[in-house]
């Protein structure tokens, strides 16, 4: 039949028996309804552990008034509920947080994304005026904060005096003289879900509307530029918190999971682990600050089984007079700044034993892997570490990393080859990529400029496929026509026995164009001076002659961003002679 006599034959069917034409389109109409779909979103994470194991703890901290605080998952669900109700009571769509690593952080992460708002997470640690900044760019209409952190909202109560704040004075108190009005106002909200029909948690948005909608905005650390708002969604946090689940093995022990915060969980919503450990019903270990005492101590006595933490922190840690072989292994996830194999080794015969990740505020945190291979155990301990400071292949949530060309006139996305050697730009692509930034347009296109999204780090892809960071873009110095890597250098400069951190960047020189200058810190005030690193980088180190630094300045301490961060930007001035932080 010619297809113009069939469609005529539907159209006489249809007037002859528009009853059965009616059944046809209902019959296309269910089957094209997915009924083998639901929207993904992490918020269903707490109300999921607290119908399974609800006296399971959630929550281990010590508060403000020195008190030791155990919360249930039953207890905190039923309080990021009362936080969901007070927001819904009050049409608050937009939250901001300004906390450090609190229960109440943690509940309002919860509360917020059931409430169908939007929470903006911010680093207690910027300017107030930086703070002032982002909190208005991003339209909150309410701010959580710690009452350490009330004083830095002066400049944000001049710019927006209509915003109202909500604060947590952080005790082991619910009610009474010790509780605060955040206590209060997780009980203001139970009260109204009760006065509105006592639904529960099924009044509230467990499951997202719309999976790719907003749900947070992740503010950038806005060293050099105004900070971005990075777009977080529903399916992408609840990706990446099942690739942690799955990279960090938290699931990997028979025991519960036990993960102590000594990341911030402001930094790209705590690279979504307060889902993540969530998810399998572990203990969040909340600490007030990095006290690296402490951390021992809870290391110890709490048998704690993860954490995460910057390359620096992890130095720390490992220096510090508490330091000793724990008896049972500690997963220990790093990233923030390329970490060095000497570290790995350090860190490994303490028994933490680092499960290294790469990624941006812009992927929700992680998005590559080092993945161990058995092989690697039968190299000489130089060659393993080296290899597994490697930042690796991509997460199994995400797709495939890619190093590509730079700066092609072209357009075109070239991978550089598998060689470990030719240089390009790491890019990303798939599920755990952000959507873009707030009310940014332009950076928006640029970050995903030709459907990547691009991370501005410069790397190298070896035969085995995994991508090894070499530099960011600005921070390659280029002596003679050699490029050297600060990132390199600085790994080498870390295995002197007396030196603990580095920090490399470029200085001028007239004859080789630039050359490198190392800022350092000792271990236990050791009396080396600049010149005995420069003798040993010539004499004894594995340091190439074109790499060994002109200057090596020694520093009480080296300038850090709240990841722990080096800032080069710093190093800069001060290589300048510039000394204004």
Known sequence: MSGALSRLSKIASQVINPTHAEEVDTAKESKNHRLNFHTLSPTAFLPRAAAIEPDA???????????VLRRTYGEVADRARGVSYYLKKHNYTRVGILSTNTPAFLESLYGITAAGAVNVAINYRLKSDDIAYIFTH????LIIVDAEFEDLLSDCRKAS????????????????????????????????????????WDGLEVQAADEESVFALAYTSG???????????????????????IESGLNYHTGRCKYLWTLPMFHATGWTFPWAITAVRGTHYCLRKIDYPLIWRLLKEEHITHFNAAPTVNTLLCADSSASRLPSPVRVTVAASPPTPHLFETMTALNLHPVHVYGLTETYGPITKGYHMPSWDALPARDK????????????????????????????LIDVARDGNEIGEIVMAGNICAKGYYKDPVATSKLWAGSVSHSGDLAVMHPDGAIQILDRAKDIIISGGEN?????????LATHPDILEAGVVAVKDERWGERPKAFVTVKNQAATTGADVIAWAKENSSISRFMVPREVEIVAELPKTSTGKIRKNVLRD????????
């Open 484 to 492: 050297i890597s600060s990132v390199a250098l600085e790994a080498m």
């Open 138 to 141: 991003s339209e909150v209409q």
């Open 161 to 200: 005096p209509l915003v109202q704040i909500l604060i947590d004075t952080d005790t082991d108190a619910i009610e009474g003289d010790l509780c605060g009005p955040f206590d209060r106002a997780v009980l203001e909200g139970l009260k109204h879900d009760v006065d509105t029909g006592n639904k529960g």
């Open 385 to 412: 570490y080296a290899k597994m400071a490697r930042q690796g292949h991509g997460f199994v949530t995400s797709l495939p990393a890619r190093v590509i060309q730079p700066d092609r006139t072209d357009g075109q």
């Open 223 to 245: 060293t050099t530029a105004r900070p971005k708002g990075v777009e977080y969604t529903h399916r992408g946090a609840y990706l990446a918190a099942l690739g942690n689940i």
């Open 57 to 67: 703890e959630a929550v281990y901290h010590i508060t403000t008034n020195n008190k």
């Open 574 to 581: 001060w290589a300048r002679g510039v000394r204004s932080e």
